[in-house]
């Protein structure tokens, strides 16, 4: 079944420890995106990559590092987390990085609470 | 960016047709219009989208007016399964690198009333 996984589903944890979100696309999908959503902010785009060893910043990449070593996985790093990290983050892919008549596939989300 | 307009909310009784709306007022000749909602806090699921015609699929119907400046989600037969948050996005502009932004906004949360 073609998806986007994500893990962990919850995950808590205290402030400073670093910490990886994993997302994995079985799609074979050039471009990967992080997105973290807030209650009455919508969803905003931490970072995104357009295709292996491609990434950028997007709206609010402060605090987040990404890496997209292999064309299926783009983690997520919280090299120390704040509690202002206290969010629900997605990963989302798409098939081709510059088409614009191409779906975001998006995963399951991961709830992190930083104490 | 091409930014979007959506009511905040809305009800809609099960079994009647859902109507949601959205105003583009600034989109561009080549953006498209798509439509993803959010089923609590599930990921975004795609629904459908569309340049200029009206589309149709298994889920959703897309109206989008002659002018582009606005189009219509319409849900033929809303049944309490869908209700959620539901995103009206039009592709933003595209950078250097050739990446076109998709920003989502907040959304009309769609209520469907048994």
């Known amino acids: 079944e073609a998806q986007v996984t994500q893990n962990p589903r919850y995950l808590i944890t205290v402030t400073g420890k670093k910490l990886t979100v994993t997302c994995s696309q079985n799609?074979?999908?050039?471009?990967m995106s992080w997105y973290r959503q807030d209650p009455g902010l919508g969803l905003r785009q931490i970072y995104y990559?357009?295709?292996?060893?491609?990434?950028d910043k997007g709206d609010v990449p402060e605090g987040y590092k990404v890496s997209r070593k292999e064309k299926r996985n783009f983690p997520l790093i919280l090299e120390s987390p704040s509690p202002n990290q206290t969010s629900l983050y997605f990963c989302?892919?798409?098939?081709?990085?510059?088409?614009?008549?191409?779906?975001?596939?998006f995963g399951s989300g991961t709830q992190l609470s930083v104490l | 960016d091409a930014k979007t307009t959506q009511p905040t909310s809305m009800d809609c009784a099960e079994g009647r047709a859902a109507n949601l709306p959205c105003n583009h007022s600034t989109i561009s000749g080549n953006e498209y219009v798509y439509w993803y909602r959010q089923i609590h806090s599930q990921g975004p699921q795609y629904i459908i989208h569309g340049l200029k015609n009206n589309e149709t699929n298994e889920m959703a119907s897309l109206i989008i007016t002659e002018d582009r400046k606005s189009s219509t989600l319409i849900l033929p037969h809303a049944t309490l399964r869908d209700t959620a948050v539901y995103y009206c996005i039009v592709r933003g502009s595209m950078n250097s690198g050739g990446y076109q932004k998709v920003t989502f906004g907040i959304g009309t949360k769609l209520q469907v009333i048994p």
């Open positions: 990559s357009m295709n292996v060893e491609v990434t």
């Open positions: 989302a892919s798409k098939r081709d990085a510059r088409a614009t008549n191409e779906k975001l596939f």
């Open positions: 799609m074979n999908h050039e471009y």
